[in-house]
């Protein structure tokens, strides 16, 4: 999905002008990105939390030439997603609505312990 489907979907389903809908969906966006500048976190629960992490200077390599190149200092955003959500994209699909072939969840032992 990009920005266009989102902010189609936020114009459809809430019966506004593209332009008003775009204007919602850019200022949520100027909101979250503010407060990660600001080296605060979000929290939306049943989707999940962005963070920033500082990550300090090192030496890495120029994978083309095998150079040694100093990487600088820098922070950025990280999500991670919340149980919620994870449970809807694992098992999400699995409902069938009759018109549909049965899908087998993945064994249980293969799912995250996040």
């Avoid at 990550?55 to 149980?83: C, H, I, M, S, W």
């Avoid at 449970?87 to 993945?106: I, M, Q, W």
Wanted: glycine share 8%; net charge positive; charged share 25%.
């Amino acid at each position: 999905m990009t920005k266009a489907d989102l902010i189609a979907v936020v114009a459809d389903k809430l019966k506004f002008p593209w332009a008003r809908a775009e204007l919602l969906v850019d200022q949520i966006f100027a909101c979250m990105t503010n407060a990660l500048q600001q080296g605060e976190g979000i929290e939306i629960r049943g989707f999940g939390s962005f963070t920033v992490r500082s990550y300090k200077a090192y030496e890495g390599r120029n994978p083309r030439t095998g150079d040694t190149v100093q990487v600088n200092p820098k922070r950025l955003a990280f999500f991670k997603v919340g149980k919620e959500l994870r449970e809807r994209v694992n098992h999400g699909r699995l409902k069938t609505t009759g018109s549909g072939p049965a899908v087998t969840p993945p064994p249980s032992d293969l799912s995250s312990s996040e």
